[in-house]
């Protein structure tokens, strides 16, 4: 199972950074690379609540990154997906509201190869409904992970979102179910312990976002790389 330690961005700083110190991002992702980290994933919180954005951080972050990163938030558009890739991100992961656009999902796809998206499925209770908007839609992330995997989506990013940066554990259930389809499934939000990291592993998802439980130094990178890796 991959591990992506998270770099959540907020007013040009790393959201919930424990310390002064570890609120820079760039400073933060190179300490990440140093640990052993082999993917970075990159969250533009402000783009995802619709408060703004932090291209420009972004564009410097892409190029000084010493691993893979995955970047987030706030893509719902063609151009906001193409700035991302050609800015240097490994892959883009498409929001959750644009995920459901099947046209744009097909077009996409046909652009940019399945290898370089990721959908982003973010759930509360058992339907699909994007992180940072009160909207729910009518469809179950099963039902929307069945659609996609017949578009030939690969990689699905997939989160409760009332367990986002709670530490109250990831929706295993949920994650595992996609991961049934055949998808390959990256968990987010939630994680606290390294038996949540055993339980997504022995779930069959392929990787795991850590985030705050990172920041808060509830585990070390080192010791979240060895149990992501069994």
Do not use: K
């Not at 140093?34 to 410097?60: E, M, P, Y």
């Not at 998206?117 to 209770?125: E, H, N």
């Not at 997504?200 to 976002?209: E, N, Q």
Request: proline residues 3%; hydrophobic residues 50%.
């Amino acid at each position: 199972m991959d591990l992506y330690p998270a770099v959540d961005v907020q007013g040009g700083r790393v959201a919930r950074a424990a310390t002064p110190a570890g609120a820079d991002p760039l400073a933060v992702a190179d300490a990440f690379a140093t640990a052993g980290a082999r993917w970075i994933h990159f969250v533009d919180l402000d783009a995802a609540h619709g408060n703004g954005d932090n291209r420009d951080l972004a564009r410097r972050f892409l190029a000084a990154a010493r691993v893979p990163v995955q970047v987030g938030g706030g893509l719902a558009s063609d151009a906001a997906i193409g700035d991302a890739l050609a800015w240097g991100a490994r892959r883009a992961v498409i929001g959750s509201a644009a995920a459901t656009d099947a046209g744009l999902v097909d077009r996409l796809l046909a652009r940019h190869g399945a290898d370089r998206l990721a959908i982003g499925i973010d759930a509360r209770d058992g339907r699909v409904a994007p992180r940072g908007s009160s909207d729910v839609f009518d469809l179950t992330p099963l039902d929307l992970g069945r659609r996609l995997r017949g578009q030939g989506v690969r990689t699905v990013v997939y989160a409760d979102a009332a367990r986002d940066g709670t530490l109250t554990g990831p929706d295993v259930a949920g994650a595992a179910a996609l991961a049934g389809l055949g998808l390959d499934i990256i968990a987010s939000g939630g994680i606290a312990s390294l038996d949540d990291l055993r339980a997504l592993r022995a779930a069959g998802v392929a990787g795991a976002i850590v985030g705050r439980a990172l920041h808060d130094r509830r585990f070390t990178l080192a010791e979240a790389l060895a149990c992501a890796a069994g």
